[in-house]
């Protein structure tokens, strides 16, 4: 009924999974979003998530993150979001989960 | 909603009495399938009135956070009403969920999934109010649109190329 209005790009390469997300993710989007990462930290030894192409997360994006990197630590595997906008890392760094899944580059 | 004071839409109050009047921008019912196209109305409106920059951006995903609540835990439905009274902009989201024990508005742990909504509400806002009422709840947020010029934050890169106030045939987007 309603459009997707973001879509994802998945690459893996030598266990290494790269998500390259675009456009906006809010609730109407986020059971998506859960599968996804879920099936990929669940098969990768390390996942990338790639937000430079996001305008809008909301917090039901946030729990999806932080979900996701909570199975990644059980597996052992890496999760990392990369490339925030300034508006996507607001969010992130307001909720308190920038420093969780985010690397730490100025 | 028939608080809010006098509310003369419609009242022929006299020539002038309409600069107090509330002016409702956007009055909608929302659900599950319309969060998002409702959040695109919201910005729209929040432009017009003349926010822009992370103000408005930060009212907006306060507004949105509001209604994702509504419909995750508050019946799964609602209205909204935003409104331009006397110099702020004033956002009601009204649910009907039945009882509301549970507002958490307290950040969770950084590896808890979820309670971030309220909390990012209310640290988005200049001033968020829940109401309680006996079906449901009503969560207000606004915004000073004075102060939305005032120069405390830094100016907003423009990666496009300088659109600022040179836009004659802006859609809404500023």
């Known amino acids: 009924m309603t459009e997707p209005t973001w879509r994802h790009d998945v690459r893996t390469a030598d266990g290494h999974t790269t998500i390259e997300l675009t456009g906006e993710i809010d609730m109407s989007g986020s059971t998506r979003l859960q599968d996804l990462l879920d099936q990929a930290v669940n098969a990768a030894s390390a996942v990338t998530v790639d937000v430079a192409a996001v305008g809008f997360i909301d917090s039901t994006v946030i729990s999806a993150f932080v979900r996701a990197n909570n199975t990644a630590a059980t597996r052992g595997c890496r999760f990392v979001v990369v490339n925030p906008s300034a508006q996507v890392r607001r969010v992130l760094h307001i909720t308190g989960v920038l420093s969780t899944l985010a690397e730490d580059t100025a | ?174």
């Open chain 2, 1 to 174: 909603m028939t608080d809010g004071g006098r509310s003369g839409e419609g009242d022929p109050a006299g020539p002038g009495s309409d600069l107090t009047a509330p002016t409702t921008l956007v009055r909608q019912q929302f659900s599950a399938v319309t969060v998002t196209a409702l959040r695109h109305t919201v910005a729209a409106q929040v432009a017009v009135a003349g926010l822009s920059g992370d103000t408005a951006d930060d009212f907006v995903l306060a507004v949105h956070e509001l209604v994702t609540n509504a419909v995750r835990h508050g019946g799964g439905s609602g209205d909204l009403e935003l409104r331009v009274v006397a110099e702020s902009l004033v956002c009601d989201v009204i649910d009907h969920g039945g009882t509301s024990d549970g507002l958490p508005m307290q950040l969770s742990q950084a590896d808890v999934a979820g309670g971030r909504g309220l909390w990012l509400a209310h640290h988005l806002s200049q001033a968020l109010t829940l109401t309680r009422r006996p079906d449901g709840v009503t969560a207000s947020v606004s915004v000073c649109l004075t102060d939305a010029t005032a120069p405390s934050q830094k100016p907003i890169a423009d990666p496009a190329g300088g659109s600022l106030g040179a836009s004659p045939s802006g859609d809404g987007q500023r």
